[in-house]
């Protein structure tokens, strides 16, 4: 199996004196080994090999995103400087906001990545670190790995899978770094209730438009009525059930052979990329997804650690409407869209303080909260309070089936472990320092 995969050495370039930054980039990449690792179908990697020999050698962390370039990702240098292998890999989706991700497809390249690094005579274990969207796509791949294809073929789903994913191989624990709320809800949180035409993103229904004044938008930020909430959960829900209730129409009859193509036909949604710099209403205002249900383990700059309910440290964000601009449009096919991205509401949808309430998390594959009830081996969630997916940790940890769970959040960092201001220090450390003796623990992974 080893001789199907190509790698292809990436060689060290010369220091010099008076580039002191970077000398010290080079001092730190210095500690592990770079090897781009060509796994086919348009999936590539970069192998960071520890230059320190420990047990952790033994221990893989495969990273990888739903559409991000990922093989530069922290976890390269930081985990193997830790002295744990770690392969930052990329899907075969575009990099260019294309949104053409397919779901099996995604599931397959996760899969090549995984044997590759199992089929290594240096590797006893592979734990999956998924960030943001990262944690979306690995917990649907380890829930169906460990399950098999009846999980995801279940009628609770709205586009169950086929029997295609049968005999993915396991991954030996998971890890969710920040995790979003699912590829579905993502997109569910970034659909822009006041669009009426579904043909033409500029057209909107004013009752409903968070970046009116008149509706609490601020210079600053947004601070919602109780009353104009409720009238954009409502809106919302009610976009949401007509999109899918229309894409799996016209899956009836591309089925049929009735539909404008052979076999799929585009879809494209207005105002609906899942992106961040779409995301809608809590970005605008902090007081949604603004603290924990519950106390838990906060790390802060000077390394001690309390345990509180953990408020969120960002700020407003997307203060302007660019949901009328075409990248900003969900480009999807039917066939795609309906296992990637729809999600089903309950009555009872709203965004609260606390979290998000009234999804089926079960009718989505990409959703971790809903993954994570079906998956066995350990796990470790972390949140990261400068950004609004920090809050989804304390779900999947509530949901998580795991005998062997920990969950922790790091004060002030980012969405990619960074500060979001010297004052934190240095979330990166204290991030991959925690996720290092997490994974460094004896017995483990077993």
């Known amino acids: 199996m080893k001789s199907l995969f190509k790698t292809l050495f990436i060689s060290a370039g010369l220091l010099t004196a008076h580039h002191a930054a970077a000398a010290e980039d080079w001092a730190v990449k210095a500690q592990s080994t770079q090897e781009a690792v060509l796994l086919g179908g348009g999936v590539v990697g970069a192998l960071y090999a520890p230059q320190i020999r420990s047990p952790n050698n033994r221990t893989a962390v495969l990273v990888m995103h739903a559409e991000g370039d990922y093989t530069q990702f922290s976890s390269g240098v930081e985990l193997a400087k830790r002295g744990f292998t770690v392969l930052n890999a990329n899907n075969a989706a575009s990099k260019y906001t294309g949104n053409d991700l397919d779901f099996e497809r995604m599931m397959g ?19 999956l670190l998924g960030h943001s969207g990262g944690g979306a796509m690995f ?22 899978c086929s029997d295609k994913l049968a005999d993915l191989p396991k991954a030996d624990g998971l890890v969710l770094l920040d995790a979003n709320y699912g ?21 909107r229904n004013p009752s409903v438009d968070l970046y ?8 600053s930020g947004a601070n919602y009525s109780q009353a104009f909430k409720q009238r954009y959960f409502t809106a919302l829900a009610k976009r ?3 999109i899918i209730a229309h894409a799996q129409q016209r899956k009836a009859l591309i089925d049929k052979g009735e539909g404008d193509f052979a076999g799929d036909e585009a879809l494209i949604i207005p105002a609906a990329n899942y992106l961040g710099m779409n995301n809608k209403l809590f970005a605008q205002d902090p007081s949604l997804l603004a603290h924990t249900q519950q106390a838990w383990k906060l790390l802060h700059q000077d390394g001690s650690v309390s345990t509180q309910i953990v408020p969120t440290t960002r700020s407003a964000k997307n203060l302007s409407n660019k949901g009328n601009q075409y990248d900003m449009a969900l480009r999807t096919t039917v066939q795609r869209f309906l296992p990637m991205y729809a999600v089903r509401l309950n009555g009872d949808f709203a965004i609260t303080a606390t979290g998000l309430q009234g999804v089926d998390w079960e009718s989505s594959h990409t959703t971790p909260v809903g993954n994570v009830r079906h998956i066995s081996v350990p796990l470790l969630t972390i949140g990261l309070t400068g950004n609004w997916e920090y809050l989804n940790a304390e779900q999947i940890y509530l949901n998580a089936k795991s005998q062997d769970k920990d969950i922790v959040f790091v004060e002030g960092a980012s969405h990619v472990v960074t500060p979001i201001d010297t004052k934190y220090g240095d979330t990166v450390k204290l991030t991959y320092d925690y996720m290092a003796d997490w994974l460094g623990k004896a017995g483990r992974f077993r």
Request: aromatic share 4%.
């Open 109 to 127: 390249d996760i899969a090549k990545a995984v044997q590759y690094l199992k089929n290594r005579s240096d590797i006893d274990n592979v734990v």
């Open 212 to 219: 009116l004044p008149e509706n609490g938008m601020g210079e």
């Open 183 to 203: 590829m579905s809800t993502m997109y569910l949180l970034s659909l822009d209730p006041a669009i009426v035409n579904e043909h033409n993103a500029q057209q």
């Open 240 to 242: 949401n059930h007509a």
């Open 139 to 160: 917990s649907a791949y380890q829930n169906i790995a460990e399950n098999g294809v009846d999980i995801c073929q279940s009628a609770v789903k709205i586009a169950p």
